[in-house]
C-alpha cells in the first residue's frame, strides 16, 4: 500500500470528482478536501496531472459535476478512485438538459 500526500481539489460542494494537482499513483491514499470535510479516496487507478477521478460512486448517465457545474455525464457506472475522463464521460457542452432526458438537442 502506497500512502503519500497527494494533492487534489474540489472547489463546489456539488463536486463529484476532484482535480489532480500531481500525478498520483495508483493505490494511494489521496487526502481531498470538499468545504468542511476531509475526504480520503483510494486512487483505483494512475491520475495523471490535471486529470480528474470520482470522490464518490457515480451511475451510469449520471451527471458529472466539476466547479459546480455538470460538464458530462457518465457513460458507464465509475467507482470512487477511479480516473474519470473520456473513456467514461460524455461531454455536455450545447446539450443543455440531455442529461436529464437522455435526448441530444
Do not use: C
Amino acid at each position: 500500500m502506497v500512502r503519500r500526500k497527494a494533492n487534489a481539489v474540489v472547489l463546489s460542494e456539488r463536486d463529484n470528482v476532484a482535480v489532480a494537482l500531481d500525478d498520483i499513483e495508483q493505490n494511494t491514499l489521496v487526502r481531498v478536501r470538499k468545504g468542511d470535510q476531509i475526504l480520503e479516496v483510494r486512487a483505483d487507478e494512475d491520475i495523471p496531472f490535471a486529470h480528474k477521478f470520482a470522490i464518490t460512486n457515480v451511475q451510469k448517465g449520471h451527471p458529472i459535476y466539476k466547479y459546480g457545474e455538470i460538464i458530462g455525464k457518465a457513460t458507464r457506472a465509475i467507482r470512487r478512485g477511479q480516473h474519470v475522463h473520456v473513456h467514461n464521460v460524455e461531454g455536455m457542452r450545447g446539450k443543455a438538459n440531455s442529461w436529464k432526458t437522455g435526448r441530444r438537442r
